[in-house]
C-alpha cells in the first residue's frame, strides 16, 4: 500500500477536522429548540431536503450572491471553494480509476501524483491529469485575489475588508500555502519524472532543469502535507469554520428553522456561519457617512462569539437591514441583534394602568395613524380625506393618540411591556368587528403584521390606497411633477412593498429613478432602531442619503413612512411628500359620490 | 479720491452703516435685492420694549440716507465678486459692475419656516399662525378673528419653534423670540380684553433693558400665563379648534388643552443668501451656519476675508438695538480699513 510519513499530518489534521465537526453539529443540533427539532423530523425526508442540497452547490461552492454583488469577489470565492471541491472531488475519482477499487487510503487522492509516477496507464488518465491541472490553476487565481484583496480591498469591489485575529491570520497563511505548496510539490515530482500536464509538466520541466527536483520535492510534499495538517486542525477555531457551519445552516433554514426572539442554538449557528467577507461594512451607512467601521455586524457577529456584545455594538445600529439584504449567507442580522438587546434590556415597570378602556366603534376599516403619523398631521388629515372621498366607513383607532403599536418597546427588547400595549389595541381590533386594518406608519404596520398574529387583513395605506384606486372607488389625475421615491426600510426590505407605491406614483406624477432604490434604498438616518447616534450623525447620515436621491433633480420628494418624511423635509428645500398626501392632492372628487359602487367596497374587504 | 463700499443687504443694519459711511465721506453702495429699504423691521407693526411703531425706525433710517454719498440699488442682486487690484469688483443683476474698496454684508437672516415643524400642524391646521403673520394681522388693523372669522376665546404662544431645537436643525437661541411673544401677547390682551393668553417656553430669556418689565407687566397687568413646558403636538378638532398636547413640566403633569388659535414663535435662521455669498467669497461660517467671527470678543463686523466686513443679524440673533450698534461699529472697522 502506498505510505509515505509525510502523510500524516494531513491524516491526523484531517481526523481531528471530522471529529471537532462531529462534536460541534452533534451539540448543535441536540441543543435546538424543540419547535426546531419538530421542524426538521417534519422536513428531513421532504423535497426540501434536495433544495437544501442545491443551495448548498449554489451558495457554498459557486457562491451566486457574491457574484452578484461583484463578479471579481465572486470569483475569488468560487474559484477557491468550487475549484477546490473539484480537486478532492475528481482526485478521488483519479484514485478509483487508478486502483479499480473504492478502497483506498483517504490521503492517496491529495497525493496522487507522489504515489504515482509511473506511466501506467488507466482510464481517462490524460483527462484526469488536464483537469487536476486546471483545478489547480483556477485555486490559485483565485487565492491570488484573495491575497491581494488582503492588501487592496478595492480590487473586489470593497472599501473595506475585515479585520482579522491572531488565530485567524494563522489559518488564513496555512491556506495561502496550500495551493503553492501542491503546485510545487506537483511541479518538483513531474520535473523528476517528466510527467505532468501543461502546468505541472511544463513548470516540472523548467525547475528540472535549473533546480535540484530531487532534493526539493519531498520536503515540498511535506510541507503541502503540513499545510494541510495545520489547516484542519485551525478550522474549527477560525473563520473558516463558516464553510461547514453554513451547510448545516443551509438545511436547517431550508427546514423553516429560524431566530426567534432568543438567541437559541440555531442562532449560534447563523452566527458561526458569517464568513467575514465584508460586505455588510460597505452597505452600512453609518460606515460609509460616520467612518464608523467597527459596529457592522461582521463585528457584531463576532462580538457575539466572543461573548463581548458592548451597547456600542448592539444600540448604534439603526436596523435598517441593508446589510441583512445583502449578506451572500443569508443570516438574520437584525434579528441576531435583537436577541441581543433583549438580553440587555432594563425592562420598566410601567404597567400601563393609565390607559382608558379602548373606545371602539364597529367599521369595515380600521385606521391606525400611528405616533410619528400624529407629528406630521398632513399625512394623517390626507388619509381622511382619502377615506371620506371614498366613501369608506371606516373608524380612526388612534384617532386621540391612544395606545402605541408597541414597536419602540419592542425595539428596545421591552418584550413584556410591549405585550401590554399591545393586548390593549387587539381589543379594541376585536370589538371593532373590522375586516381591514390601514396603517400609515410603515413600523407600525410590520409590528401589526408580524407581532400581533390578527385575523384581520393589515395593510399599509399605500397598498390600501392602490386597491381603491384598482377597483375604481378613487380616480386619480396624472399630474406633470417629476417625483423620487425613496423605499422606507420597514416597508421596503421589511416587508418586500416595493411595487404599490411605484405603480400609484406613476399614476399621479413622472417618477424618477434614483441609482440606489428598492432593496438597496438608504436609511433616511432617523430610525427608530440607534439609540446611540446624536442628531448630528443623524443629519449626516440624512444628507448623504439625499444627496444620492436627489441626483435625478426631483420637483418632490416622496416616501411612503412619516419618520422618513419628517427626517428628509429637515434637510432639503424640495418638498418631501408621503406618497398619501400626493394622492389626496390628485384625487379627483366624483359628482356624486352615491354613484360608487358598493360592490367595489366589498372586493377591497374580502381581498 | 473718495472711497467705496458695497453694502449688501439693505434692512436696518445696512442703512444705519450706510448712512454712519456716508457722514464719513465715504461712498456708498447700498444693495438691496427687493423694492423697499427696512427688511424684516419694515414688516413688523410695533416694537419691544416700548411699543414703538416700526415705521418709526425705518422712517428715521431712511431719512438719514438722503446724503450724496449714498447710491442705493434697490430690486438688485449681487451675482459675483472678484477681487482685483487691491478693489473688490462687484457685480449685479442689473448688469451693473461697481469698483469698490471695502465690502459690506448685511444680509440678515431667515425666518425659520414652521411648516419645518409639522407637528405643530403649520400650513395644515387653518387657525396655526407664525409671530410673523400675527404682526401683519396687528398691523392690518383688523380685529384678529380665527379662519372662521370667530373672535378667539384662548390663543397658545408657543416659545422656540425652530430655535433651541437640534432636531428642527438649530440649537442657537434667537434673542427675540420670548420678548415678542410677551409684547404680542400682550398687544392682543389690549386689543381682546376677554382672550386667555398661554405662553409655553422652555425658559424666558428677558436680558434686555425693560424686558423684565414688560414679562411682569404681562403677568401682573394682563394676566397672561406662562407655562414652562414645550408643545408635543397640536391636533385639530372638527370644529377648527386645536389640541394641544405637552408637559406643565413645573406641575410635573401631562398637559392638553383645546385653544382657538396657536401663535408659533418662529426663530431666526441664518439666509439662505448668507451661505451662498460665504461660498461665494470664502468666508467661514460657524457651526450654527451664520457667518463666525474669528475672535470671540475682538472680531465682531471681522471675516476671515480682509476686505469683507459683517452688519447685523447675518453672524448671529440680534435685537433691533444690537443690530443699530453693531452697524456702526462695522462702520468704524471697515473705515479704519480703507483709510
Known amino acids: 500500500m502506498a505510505y509515505h510519513h509525510f502523510v500524516l499530518p494531513f491524516s491526523i489534521g484531517m481526523a481531528a477536522l471530522f471529529a471537532i465537526l462531529m462534536v460541534k453539529f452533534t451539540i448543535w443540533i441536540v441543543k435546538l429548540e424543540s419547535v426546531d427539532k419538530r421542524l426538521i423530523r417534519k422536513n428531513l425526508f421532504s423535497v426540501k431536503t434536495l433544495d437544501a442540497m442545491g443551495e448548498v452547490f449554489m451558495e457554498s461552492l459557486l457562491h451566486r450572491k457574491i457574484f452578484r454583488k461583484n463578479p471579481m469577489l465572486g470569483y475569488m470565492h468560487m474559484s477557491l471553494a468550487f475549484g477546490w471541491f473539484l480537486l478532492i472531488l475528481f482526485g478521488n475519482f483519479q484514485a478509483q480509476f487508478y486502483t479499480r477499487t473504492m478502497l483506498h487510503p483517504p490521503y492517496f487522492p491529495i497525493f496522487f501524483n507522489f504515489f504515482v509516477t509511473t506511466s501506467e496507464e488507466y482510464l481517462f488518465k490524460a483527462s484526469f491529469e488536464f483537469l487536476m491541472d486546471l483545478f489547480l490553476l483556477i485555486v490559485l487565481t483565485g487565492l491570488f485575489i484573495a491575497i491581494s484583496k488582503r492588501f487592496y480591498s478595492r480590487i473586489v469591489g470593497l472599501k473595506k475588508t475585515t479585520k482579522l485575529k491572531f488565530f485567524d491570520k494563522l489559518a488564513l497563511t496555512s491556506l495561502w500555502f496550500i495551493f503553492p505548496l501542491r503546485l510545487l510539490a506537483e511541479s518538483f515530482t513531474s520535473g523528476l519524472y517528466n510527467n505532468g500536464d501543461f502546468l505541472t509538466g511544463s513548470l516540472g520541466s523548467f525547475f528540472a532543469r535549473h533546480l535540484m527536483v530531487e532534493k526539493l520535492a519531498l520536503p515540498a510534499w511535506w510541507g503541502y502535507s503540513l499545510a494541510l495538517g495545520f489547516f484542519f486542525v485551525a478550522l474549527p477555531y477560525s473563520r473558516y469554520m463558516h464553510i461547514p457551519a453554513e451547510v448545516l445552516l443551509i438545511f436547517l433554514r431550508k427546514y423553516g428553522v429560524r431566530t426567534r426572539r432568543e438567541f437559541t442554538s440555531y442562532s449560534d449557528i447563523e452566527v458561526r456561519s458569517c464568513s467575514r467577507c465584508g460586505i455588510c461594512i460597505d452597505a452600512c451607512q453609518i460606515n460609509n457617512a460616520l467612518g464608523i467601521n467597527n459596529i457592522q455586524s461582521v463585528y457584531f457577529l463576532r462580538s457575539i462569539r466572543e461573548r463581548s456584545v458592548g451597547d456600542e455594538k448592539l444600540f448604534t445600529c439603526m436596523l435598517c437591514g441593508r446589510c441583512e439584504n445583502i449578506c451572500p449567507v443569508g443570516i438574520q442580522l437584525s434579528d441576531l441583534r435583537m436577541t441581543q438587546r433583549n438580553k440587555n434590556g432594563v425592562q420598566n415597570t410601567s404597567t400601563y394602568d393609565f390607559l382608558v378602556p379602548p373606545k371602539y366603534k364597529v367599521a369595515d376599516v380600521l385606521y391606525f395613524a400611528g405616533c410619528m403619523t400624529h407629528l406630521t398631521p398632513a399625512i394623517k388629515k390626507s388619509m381622511l380625506k382619502i377615506f371620506d372621498i371614498a366613501g369608506v366607513n371606516y373608524y380612526f383607532m388612534d384617532s386621540d393618540k391612544e395606545a402605541c403599536c408597541g414597536r419602540p418597546l419592542i425595539q428596545s427588547g421591552h418584550y413584556e411591556n410591549a405585550a401590554k400595549l399591545m393586548e390593549y389595541n387587539k381589543k379594541l381590533i376585536r370589538q371593532s368587528k373590522a375586516k381591514v386594518l390601514v396603517t400609515s406608519c410603515p413600523i407600525c404596520y410590520k409590528t401589526f403584521k408580524e407581532d400581533y398574529k390578527l385575523n384581520i387583513h393589515v395593510m399599509h395605506h399605500t397598498e390600501y390606497i392602490l386597491k381603491l384606486v384598482e377597483v375604481g372607488i378613487l380616480l386619480l389625475e396624472k399630474g406633470d411633477s417629476k417625483v423620487v421615491y425613496h423605499d422606507p426600510c420597514e416597508l421596503g426590505r421589511g416587508l418586500g412593498i416595493y411595487e404599490e407605491p411605484r405603480i400609484l406614483l406613476n399614476k399621479v406624477a413622472r417618477l424618477l429613478h434614483p441609482d440606489e432604490e428598492r432593496e438597496n434604498a438608504f436609511c433616511c438616518g432617523g430610525s427608530l432602531g440607534s439609540f446611540n447616534l446624536s442628531t448630528q450623525q443623524r443629519n449626516i447620515i440624512r444628507d448623504d442619503a439625499l444627496a444620492k436621491l436627489m441626483k435625478p433633480n426631483p420637483d418632490k420628494l416622496i416616501t411612503a413612512c412619516p419618520l422618513c418624511k419628517k427626517t428628509f423635509s429637515k434637510g432639503t428645500k424640495v418638498q418631501v411628500l408621503d406618497i398619501a398626501e400626493l394622492v389626496a392632492a390628485s384625487v379627483i372628487v366624483p359628482e356624486a359620490k352615491k354613484a360608487l359602487d358598493m360592490q367595489k367596497h366589498e372586493t377591497v374587504l374580502v381581498e | ?339
Not at chain 2, 175 to 189: D, F, L, S
Not at chain 2, 274 to 288: E, N, P, R, W, Y
Open chain 2, 1 to 339: 479720491m473718495t472711497k467705496k463700499v458695497a453694502i449688501i443687504g439693505g434692512g436696518i443694519a445696512g442703512m444705519e452703516a450706510a448712512s454712519v459711511l456716508s457722514r464719513m465721506d465715504i461712498e456708498v453702495l447700498l444693495i438691496e435685492k427687493r423694492q423697499q429699504l427696512g427688511g424684516h423691521v419694515g414688516e413688523w407693526d410695533h416694537l419691544f420694549p416700548n411699543f414703538r411703531p416700526a415705521s418709526e425706525i425705518t422712517r428715521s433710517l431712511l431719512n438719514a440716507l438722503q446724503n450724496n454719498n449714498i447710491k442705493i440699488c434697490a430690486n438688485t442682486v449681487v451675482t459675483g465678486i472678484a477681487r482685483k487690484a487691491g478693489l473688490f469688483e462687484v457685480k449685479t443683476n442689473q448688469n451693473q459692475n461697481f469698483k469698490v474698496d471695502g465690502i459690506l454684508l448685511a444680509t440678515g437672516f431667515d425666518l425659520f419656516d414652521a411648516h419645518k415643524k409639522e407637528e405643530y400642524g403649520y400650513g395644515i391646521y387653518e387657525n396655526v399662525i407664525t409671530s410673523a403673520d400675527l404682526e401683519k394681522k396687528l398691523k392690518g388693523g383688523n380685529v384678529l378673528t380665527t379662519a372662521s372669522g370667530c373672535v378667539p376665546k384662548r390663543i397658545a404662544m408657543i416659545h422656540c419653534v425652530g430655535s433651541r431645537d437640534e432636531k428642527a436643525g438649530y440649537f442657537h437661541c434667537s434673542r427675540v423670540c420670548c420678548i415678542t411673544a410677551v409684547k404680542q401677547a400682550i398687544e392682543i390682551r389690549q386689543k381682546l380684553p376677554n382672550v386667555e393668553i398661554f405662553c409655553f417656553y422652555m425658559d424666558l430669556r428677558m436680558y434686555g433693558k425693560g424686558f423684565e418689565e414688560i414679562y411682569r407687566e404681562a403677568q401682573e397687568k394682563w394676566g397672561i400665563q406662562f407655562v414652562r413646558g414645550r408643545l408635543s403636538e397640536a391636533g385639530e378638532n372638527i370644529d377648527g379648534g386645536l389640541q394641544i398636547k405637552s408637559e406643565d413640566t413645573l406641575s410635573g403633569r401631562p398637559l392638553k388643552m383645546i385653544v382657538d388659535m396657536i401663535v408659533l414663535m418662529v426663530g431666526m435662521v441664518p439666509a439662505e443668501s448668507t451661505s451662498q455669498m460665504a461660498k461665494m467669497l470664502g468666508i467661514h461660517l460657524s457651526g450654527d451656519g451664520f457667518i463666525a467671527h474669528d475672535d470671540v470678543h475682538f472680531g465682531s463686523n471681522i471675516t476671515n476675508v480682509p476686505g469683507i466686513f459683517t452688519a447685523g443679524t447675518i453672524t448671529s440673533p440680534m435685537t433691533i438695538s444690537d443690530t443699530i450698534a453693531d452697524a456702526r461699529s462695522a462702520a468704524l472697522k471697515i473705515c479704519e480699513y480703507i483709510a
